[in-house]
């Protein structure tokens, strides 16, 4: 089967650094991507890793250990708008995207 | 830029009806996929399509059928509506295997 685990809530502070983990369970692995969805809308692209190590855009990074099945997505300098779900999602050997349940971020004054 | 047009935006349906949920793209994405979204639980995939005249199912396939005649459009028909189909249904596409979907700003359905 498939599955991703990600932490259902995070919190943290403006200006401050979070990292949000992501574990999957795939039949066949060609990439992790990571998405933002702001309530009501829909969700948006942010990142993708298809090899081990760091891809860096702007604020946000995200990593990928193959090996360890392991990804995580780093938001620095948070701001308030940041405030919003994480959804990280494996592409399966059916080339198939197969989220997780998401990560709901707050952002505190 | 349209992007990916999804109609209708909300809809309520009774129990036993059939409905269509259109999604169309004007992007030339050769995939095309359909998600639900439920409270809790995330994005979960109903079908996809890789190309134009093939489609595949997904995590959460029953009660619904999809069909892939051209590169544009993908449609998602619920045959037989239930009040387990109540949901907020995102069409999407992407152009390669990337891992960079664009999503369409979703349809919402409830079934009383």
């Known amino acids: 089967g498939q599955s991703l685990e990600q932490p259902s809530e995070v919190t943290a502070v403006e200006g401050a650094i979070v990292q949000i983990n992501c574990t999957y369970q795939?039949?066949?692995?060609?990439?992790l991507s990571w998405y933002q969805q702001h309530d009501g809308g829909a969700p948006t692209f942010l990142s993708y890793?298809?090899?081990?190590g760091l891809e860096e855009t702007g604020r946000f990074s995200s990593f990928l250990s193959r090996s360890d099945s392991y990804g995580y997505l780093l938001l620095q300098e948070l701001q308030m708008k940041d405030s919003a779900s994480y959804f990280c999602?494996?592409?399966?050997?059916?080339?198939?995207?197969?989220f997780g349940s998401g990560t709901r971020l707050l952002v505190r004054p | 830029t349209a992007g990916i047009t999804q109609a209708p935006t909300s809809q309520i349906l009774a129990a036993g009806r059939s409905m269509t949920l259109r999604c169309t793209q004007d992007m030339r994405h050769n995939a095309m996929y359909w998600y639900r979204q439920d409270l809790g639980l995330g994005l979960r995939l109903i079908h996809y399509?890789?190309?134009?005249?093939?489609?595949g199912k997904g995590e959460v396939p029953d009660g619904y059928s999809v069909s892939r005649a051209n590169t544009d459009d993908f449609p998602l028909t619920l045959a037989s509506a239930v009040p387990s189909q109540t949901s907020v249904y995102f069409c999407?596409?992407?152009?390669?295997?990337?891992?960079?979907?664009?999503f369409g700003e979703g349809s919402r359905l409830t079934v009383l």
């Open positions: 399509s890789n190309t134009a005249g093939t489609t």
């Open positions: 999602a494996v592409r399966d050997s059916s080339y198939k995207l197969i």
């Open positions: 795939t039949s066949g692995f060609y990439g």
């Open positions: 890793n298809g090899l081990d």
């Open positions: 999407a596409s992407s152009r390669d295997n990337t891992g960079e979907l664009f």
